[in-house]
């Protein structure tokens, strides 16, 4: 018979407590314990960052590259809402939930960064504003719209308790829903414009160190490509989890719905491949290219197997509707493009005058890092288990 298509969502009913679970657990609880040495004995005790390098794994990964990878929220969004691609929406709530956990998770690493982490609140507080500061503009546009994220959420969880709470929570949940039901269009489109500022902003950050990064880095238009690769990794990040969340879950893989989407992969890689290879002509710079260092090499490793690889992959029909290679292709622009284009930026490329030594992160920051990811996959799982997140399950008739 012929499947019958649900396009109601529902909780995911799969036992929690897997082998994979318990390793995440052990992960979280080893990078709770070196947090909490982070906290007790204070930053120095813990990370390699010193005055030379004041920004290290903790924001070139937890910050940076989760701010880009929680891009498919913004990405999903203003193709489902705003540009009318309803045959998607199949995708939009895992990706929402997706931006959600990667936001609040970016605040939690950033607090572990900062030396005054009790002083996070400073930029909500309108006397201590600096409108001159990229930093500012990064960090309020984060802070609304992880607001935004929250907010838009709201459904969702009526969708689940309404009818099965106590009446005044009842009540709540249902004038807040109403409320949403006729304004949530412009959360949806704040949202997409927050994004795309705070996306460029963290360039700009790396811009007024122009004597201190790699000339294969650094350019002026560095806001434009930070952008630019958010935005392209929006649905390979979708594509990512609609699969590992299958695989998971022991769920059909929707692919009706991510080999279309894959197909817009491409030209978005495409683009950001075009803007830095004219930049980079432009500024004349190619000569660093085989200088033979570490920098030349991360920077074909980046524009090779993160770019130019899985665009070409993408390109092909064959490889788009078999799901292991859309899952690699999509891995490898992650992982070899975005991650490691901010991993560069951040601190390969980084360069500090008359510096000492090179930074390497610790032990410690690495496992904080990891503590922070497993906790998210943590929450992803129990998001999915309680709340309607994922499509209902195709049955046949």
Known sequence: MTPVRHSVAEPVAKKFFTPGVKVLLTLFGLGVLFGLYRFIFGLGSITHLNNQYPLGLWIGVDVATGVALAGGGFTTAALIHIFYRGKY?????????????????????????????YNIWHPAWPAMWNGNSALFEVGICVMLYLTVLYIEFIPIVAERFIGNSPKWIDGILRFLNRILGKVMWFFLIF???????????????????????????YTQILP???????????????IFEGIWAAKSFGRKIEMDVLEPLARMISPFIGLYFFVRIIDITVREVWHYVLEGSLQ????????????????????????????????????????????????????????????????IPSIGEFMITIGLISALLLCYRIFVTVFPILPAERKTA
Request: glycine share 8%.
């Open 89 to 117: 929406s199949i995708i939009g709530r895992p990706a929402h939930l997706t931006a959600m956990l990667g936001y609040t998770f970016v605040a939690f690493g950033l607090m572990i960064d900062l030396g005054r982490w």
């Open 191 to 217: 949202g997409v414009v927050l994004s795309c500022l705070h996306q460029s902003s963290l360039g700009t950050l790396m811009v007024i160190a122009p004597y201190k990064i790699h000339p294969l880095w």
């Open 296 to 359: 030349s090499f991360m920077f074909i490793l980046e524009m090779g197997l993160g770019g130019l690889v899985p665009m070409v992959m993408l390109f092909s029909d064959r490889l788009r509707k078999s799901p292991k290679w859309l899952f690699i292709a999509s891995t490898m622009y992650i992982v070899f493009g975005v991650l490691l284009n901010r991993v560069n930026v951040f601190f390969i490329a980084y360069q500090p005058a008359y510096k000492v030594s090179q930074y």
């Open 224 to 238: 434009l490509l930070f952008l630019l690769s958010a935005i392209g990794v929006g649905f390979p990040m979708v």
